[in-house]
């Protein structure tokens, strides 16, 4: 009886042993029997990251979190334990964050030259790197926690805001407010018939927008004609011909200014003798006007006109005379 | 009233002061390994495997209702592997060692209460004592020894059947699957789990063993003496266990 209840109780306890023992391997998903390395990660705060939690790559288990300490220099420093057969990357970095919306954690390793654009990820993991040694270089991102406080303040705000308006928002205002509306259904109404007699001017201004397209759309026709034929005549080379007597023109043009030039330069050159001959003829036409000389005379006496016209009467009638006449004049005789 | 209050406290602490002298008593007994050792392999087996039926019972049942409880509890929001995690926590750490304890407290506590005061009222113990027997190496120390060391087995036996129950309620009645079941399981799992409630049942084994090894000693009045005695040593002790229990929550969580 007594060595039975030795063997009894021997193998309840071994039973328990097992159990426990077993059970806690089972739960905290130890690798036995699979070499694992053990790697530092370096944290400023290591949020709500907990010993047992998993590591991640690229969302798949390869290790848990075996300790977390805190080290020199106010980080937090976590050891790592990998499964030995993962392929790492080169630039190791961790980031630490919710798994879920429950309170779940896990480390996730990533590249350092990928982590997040976020700023301040980004500043602790360049801090955490710069401090040295081999340790990786770690950042935590914000828990649901922390955006609850951060909504929670929000609402704060929001409910403060709201308190002023109630505060400003008394009967007066009520009343204002019923006036204001009130006001603008009498402006809705207006602006309604507005919009209805806009909308017939609008309409015609449609349909005159809708000819002058038409209108544009010919004439974008008849341009398009128009550069065909410049095309057809550009392909055909008597824009070539013309610019091509263009530029003769031109240099013509560019001759004929250059004898311009020389004619003016020897007028200059003649400027003196042509200004003595016009202040001679200024001074004839000068004495002609002042009746001086027998052409001024002439000019300023009409005597000699009127004299030369009766003398043109009188030969005229003696040309005449003698047409009549002949024999009065004159007599001829062969013999 | 003030000398009932001041009859009460100086019961009170005489009650302490017994026991503190019982507990010297026997720490001096615990040299006499001798006497003790060959009798604790049968108090171990007693207290300890006989009671593994009823505390695989309690646990099992205990699983059932946290699982349903779980899902009960476990609408719209939060994900239904979290039944894994209320099962597991709880099974572990708080459930499967205070309910055991507690339905051991009735059975171990006051079977040594009832056998001891038996003893003493039809005065075995007298005889004992007569023929130089040291009372507490001999009835006492292996006693104490037994449940100290069995009650840790009892409840990891206990806890993996809740656990066992949870999961296959969850699977079978849940609809929950095995894979998130563990992951629930294993979400927030720390050793500490699992050594919290081992090193609480400890405590609760010793405290019940040695509440009933007094009370069955000091049973006085016979049969009527003996059924107080018995019913002193389960009141008592559970209330230790509880008392036991927000101790080492305030010391060790």
């Known amino acids: 009886m007594k060595r039975r209840d030795d063997i009894l109780v021997g193998f309840t306890i071994i039973a328990a042993l097992i159990l426990v023992v077993g059970g806690a391997f089972f739960l905290s998903e130890s ?36 300790e977390i300490r805190l080290g020199d220099g106010d980080w937090v420093e976590t050891i790592l334990q990998i499964y030995s057969n993962v392929q790492l990357p080169d630039d190791p970095a961790i980031i630490a964050a919710s798994a879920s919306l429950f309170g779940e954690w896990q480390a996730d390793i990533i590249s350092l030259a990928e982590a997040t654009d976020d700023p301040n990820v980004r500043r602790d993991l360049d801090a955490a790197a710069a401090a040295g040694d081999d340790a990786w270089p770690g950042a935590t991102l914000p828990d649901i926690g922390q955006l609850t406080a951060q909504a929670g303040r929000i609402a704060s705000d929001i409910a403060a805001v709201s308190s002023r308006v109630q505060t400003a928002f008394d009967s007066e205002a009520v009343l204002n407010l019923q006036g204001s509306i009130r006001d603008f259904g009498e402006v809705t109404d207006r602006i309604n018939q507005f919009a209805t007699s806009q909308t017939e001017v609008l309409s015609e201004v449609g349909e005159n927008v809708r000819d002058g397209a038409a209108v544009l759309r010919s004439a974008a026709d008849a341009l398009e004609s128009t550069i065909a034929r410049v095309d057809a005549a550009t392909s055909a080379g008597e824009l070539d011909t013309i610019v091509n007597n263009t530029m003769a023109l031109s240099a013509d043009l560019r001759a004929a200014a250059m004898a311009l030039r020389e004619l003016v ?24 006007g002042s009746g001086q000389g027998t052409v001024g005379r002439l000019v300023g006496d009409s005597t000699l006109y009127i004299e030369a016209v009766q003398a043109i009467a009188e030969l005229r009638s003696l040309v005449n005379d003698i047409k009549e006449n002949p024999r009065k004049y004159f007599k001829f005789s062969v013999f | 009233m003030q000398k009932v209050i001041t009859d009460q406290v100086a019961e009170l602490l005489a009650g302490f002061g017994r026991l503190g002298n019982f507990v010297g008593d026997m720490a001096r007994s615990l040299r006499d390994f001798k006497v003790w050792l060959g009798l604790t392999a ?20 205990t699983g059932v209702v946290l699982a349903l409880l779980s899902r009960y509890i476990f609408t719209g929001a939060v994900p239904m592997y979290f039944v894994g995690t209320l099962v597991g926590k709880a ?34 113990v007298d005889a004992l004592e007569t023929l130089a027997y040291d009372i507490q190496s001999f009835l006492v120390v292996p006693r104490v020894i037994a449940a100290t060391l069995m009650f840790p087995v009892i409840v990891a036996f206990a806890v993996t059947a809740g656990l066992l129950t949870g999961w296959l309620t969850s699977v079978t009645l849940i ?26 049942s400890m405590s609760f084994g010793f405290t019940i063993a040695l509440i009933g090894c007094m009370k069955g000693l000091n049973t006085r009045g016979g049969a009527e003496g003996v059924g107080r005695a018995t019913t002193q040593a389960v009141v008592v002790s559970a209330g230790m266990i509880l008392v036991l229990d927000a101790l080492w929550a305030v010391l060790l969580l």
Request: proline share 2%; charged share 20%; glycine share 10%.
């Open chain 1, 265 to 288: 330069a020897v007028v200059q050159a003649n400027q003196a003798s042509i200004e003595n001959i016009i202040q001679g003829a200024d001074t004839v036409v000068a004495r002609l």
């Open chain 2, 42 to 61: 049968v108090q171990m087996r007693r207290i300890g495997v006989d009671s593994l039926p009823i505390s695989l019972l309690v646990a099992a049942f």
């Open chain 2, 91 to 124: 099974i572990m750490m708080e459930l499967g060692p205070v309910l055991v304890c507690l339905a051991l407290a009735g059975r171990v506590g006051a079977s040594i209460a009832a056998e001891l005061g038996t003893m003493r009222v039809t005065e075995q």
């Open chain 2, 175 to 200: 609809d929950l699957s095995t894979v998130d079941f563990l992951k629930g399981l294993r979400l927030f799992y720390q050793f500490k789990d699992i050594w919290f409630g081992l090193l609480k």
């Open chain 1, 31 to 66: 690798q036995l029997g699979q070499d694992a390395t053990f790697r530092t990660a370096r944290f400023r705060t290591v949020g709500g990251l907990g010993v047992g939690n998993p590591v991640v790559l690229r969302g798949v288990r390869v290790g848990r979190i075996d």
